[in-house]
Each structure stands twice: as C-alpha cells, then as structure tokens.
C-alpha cells in the first residue's frame, strides 16, 4: 500500500477518474439537478451577460437553435421521468453550434457568480470558438468539472497529516463523483472545502509546519473566503481556524488577528452578493409558482418569532430526515434516484470506522472538546442558514420545501472530525481494505441506478 502506485492520494486518483468518466457519458445530458440552468448561466457569461436576459417579462438567455433544441428533447424525457432513447442521442450528436441562429429559451438562471464557473467558463468561451458541437460541448464540460475535483481532492489527501483514507472514502462518495462529473459549482465547492478541511489539519498537526506564516494563512483565507462566494452558508465554518494551535503563531495578538480580518472579506463579499441576488427583478412564470418573490415579511416573521421558526426547522428536518439521511449519500437525476437504504447505512459506518485507521507514516493526533465543540456549533449554524435560504426562496407547505441532502455533504466532513481521537487506533490492514471495497460496492450501486432508471 505504501509503494508510489498504491499510495491513497494515486489510487484516489484512478478510482475517481475512471468511475467519474462513467457517469459523465452514462447519464444523459440534463439530467443532473440545474445542469442546464448552469450551463446557460455560463453561456450568458462568455456573452457578456451578469445576469439574465429579459423577453416579455420573462427571464432566460438567448441561445443557438441547436442547443434548444438538444434542451427540450431532453428535458422532455426529464420531466416525463423516462428512460431516453439512444437514437435521440445519436441525432443531438449531429447538431452543429450555428451561432447565427439564436433563439430565446425561457428558464431561471442560477445566482452563481463567474467566479463560481471557474475554469469551465473560460473552457466554455474557447469551445465556442472553435465551433464545437453542443453535445460535445457538454462532454467536454462535465470533464473540467471532473478534473477540477480531482485535482482538489488529490491535493487534499496529500497534504493531510491524518485520516488519509476516511478523506478517500469521503471523496469518493457517488454524489460527490456524481455532482462532479456535470456541469454544476458541487464539484469545486466539495473539492475546495475537502482541501479546506485538510490544509487546515495540515497547518495545525504537521510536524514540518513549525511556525504559521502570513503566506500560510493567506491561502487559508483565500480558500474559506472562495468557498463563502460558492456557499454563502458554509461561512461558520470559519470556526476550524481555532484547530491552529497558539503555540505555532509568533504572538497571541496574531493568533486572533487573522481570522477577524478573513471574516470580515467574507462577510463584505457576502453582502455584496446578497445584494447582487435579491436585486433581481424578474423570475420566469414557471419559478413564480414556486418561489417567493417578496421575502421581507417571512424575515419579518423570523425575527419577530424565532422560537416559532425553529419548531418550523426541527420539524421540517423531522419530516425529511430519511430523505437527507440518504441524499447526502447518494443521489441521481432531479427526480432523487437514490442506491438502496441498506447501502446507505454501510457507508456511514464505513466513514466512521475509517476515522479508526492509521496508516504507518501517519501522525496521531487529536482535537479537543472544546474544539469538536466549536465545530458541532458551525455545522449546526450552517444548517440553520441552508435551511433558512431554502425557506425564502421556497414557498413552504407545512414544512420547509427544498432542503436537499446534498447541502449537507460537505458537513459531513466535519462531523466526521468528533470522532477524531488518539484512542482506539488501529493499523490493520482489514479497515482499509475494506473502505475500498465498500467504496467501489457503493458506486457500483449508484451505476446500476443510473442504467435502471435511464437505459
């Protein structure tokens, strides 16, 4: 396991590129939760367009014919919840990118900046360029998606000092790999916050990181504040600074300097877009039967009523906890396709027994109580501001609407960090080989979801 093929971060490396590469080309275009409203957000980025276009007072983007139609074959299929034939396929493989024959298509764009589509907006304006096919383009885009994660997730599982294989198995996960390999922002936002998460052990347990310099904590920031612009709601997460121990800074008053200076980029860059997003002035018909378009009199009620909101929350969370339990395993199409409870489980017990596992050149270490209290505390705050978000824009039943499991992934990662201990540690080489197993067992399960509900 430790020769240079066999070390975690390259098996990683193999594992999620040859799985990621399947479910790039085995699930159909636009099937991926928004994969078309971020696509088309990006399209009206490389023309120019900060936010959306209006026609007739409603909201989308103009687009060559051929990508509208690929769309509504599509999302024909989609709607239907059907499986898609393979001829239709072979024929949107033949459309050609006429950008002289430009057609508005109505949807709701997504708030995401360009910083968000970043490098795939970029990709995006060179494929334009050169003409590509719209169905190659989409291809070719899930792909930079892909390898923006791996990169991510690779570097993360190098530079941890620990718990190499509880970030592999996490990384690996069938909706991380899943969201990943689409055009979506989940594939950088999940790899930017495992990289967050291991720089961070990393600064606070390698031995070779002596004293923490400014060039360190300015990469520190640099992430948390990148992934504040892709998820305003993980910004409690800020709280994982005080993992750093004291004793690594030159002086206390630097120790508490930092992260108040980071916090307050964060919190200005926030507002800014908060800002941007709820100046906007026009939703398409079809997201004005679902969404609330003036959110001041449920604030309102939020703050004139807190204890009453958060019987709301406890509720709602009550009444879809099986349904996040399982999602922020797993998830395929908008439709919630998800692998099978019992799989579900064998994961989370397979994330937490890897938490157990010590490989020969890690470091132990351990994170306090009041630390692993400090991040209870984020991840019950950053819940409460999903929730919440989702509850402005959604208009609720008698619970909250919307709240998706995969929200929550990302969390997962932290909690996981409770169980981080110097007690019960265990070099057996059975916990590794096991993850892996039950790692490939748990995509494979995901694949046949795939094939059932779509070939």
């Known amino acids: 396991m430790e020769k240079t093929l066999f070390k975690i971060e390259n098996l990683f490396l193999i594992i999620c590129l040859l799985w990621g590469i399947i479910f790039l080309f085995i699930n159909p275009p636009f099937q991926t939760p928004d994969e078309p409203e971020h696509l088309f957000k990006m399209w009206g980025y490389t023309q120019g367009s900060l936010r959306y276009q209006i026609k007739e007072g409603i909201s989308g983007q103009t687009l060559p014919k051929s990508f509208v139609d690929m769309y509504n074959f599509y999302d024909y299929f989609r709607r239907i919840d ?61 792909f930079c998606s892909l390898v923006v994660y791996l990169a991510l997730c690779y570097a993360a599982i190098r530079i941890t000092p620990g718990y190499k294989w509880t970030f592999f198995l996490f990384s690996v996960l069938p909706i991380n790999i899943y969201q990943a390999a689409s055009v979506s922002v989940d594939g950088l936002t999940f790899g930017l916050i495992i990289l967050f998460l291991a720089y961070t052990l990393n600064l606070a347990f390698d031995d070779r990181v002596k004293i923490i310099n400014t060039k360190q904590i300015a990469i520190w920031g640099l992430l948390f504040i990148y992934i504040c612009i892709l998820k305003y709601a993980y910004f409690p997460l800020i709280v994982t600074y005080f993992i750093l121990p004291k004793s690594k800074f030159e002086c206390i008053k630097e120790y508490f300097k930092y992260p108040s200076i980071i916090a307050l980029c964060s919190i200005f860059i926030i507002v800014l877009f908060l800002s941007f997003v709820m100046s906007s002035p026009i939703m398409n018909e079809h997201t004005k039967a679902f969404l609330i378009s003036d959110k001041t009199d449920l604030i309102k009620q939020i703050i004139l009523s807190p204890v009453g909101y958060l019987k709301k929350v406890i509720q709602s969370t009550y009444i879809l906890r099986g349904f996040c339990y399982r999602n922020i395993i797993s998830s395929v199409s908008v439709f919630f396709k998800m692998i099978p409870m019992f799989a579900v489980n064998i994961a989370y017990f397979a994330l937490i027994v890897s938490m157990f596992y010590k490989t020969a050149k890690e470091k132990t270490f351990s994170i306090n109580l009041k630390q692993k209290f400090l991040i209870l505390s984020a991840i019950i705050i950053s819940y409460l501001i999903i929730v919440t978000s989702v509850y402005l824009i959604y208009k609720s039943k008698t619970y909250i609407v919307g709240i998706q499991g995969r929200y929550l992934t990302p969390l997962l990662l932290f ?13 057996s080489m059975v916990l590794p080989v096991l993850c892996f197993l039950i790692s490939q067992f748990l995509l494979f399960e995901t694949l046949i979801t795939i094939l059932v509900g779509y070939v």
């Open 415 to 427: 909690g996981l960090m409770i169980f981080c201990t110097k007690k019960f540690r265990t070099k």
């Open 82 to 142: 059907t499986k898609i034939p393979f001829e239709g396929t072979l024929q949107a493989s033949k459309l050609n990118l006429d950008k002289t024959n430009q057609q508005f298509l109505n949807f709701n764009p997504s708030s995401y900046t360009p910083l968000s589509y970043f490098p795939s907006c970029i990709l995006l304006w060179v494929l334009k360029l050169l003409n590509i096919k719209p169905l190659f383009m989409l291809y070719i885009m899930r």
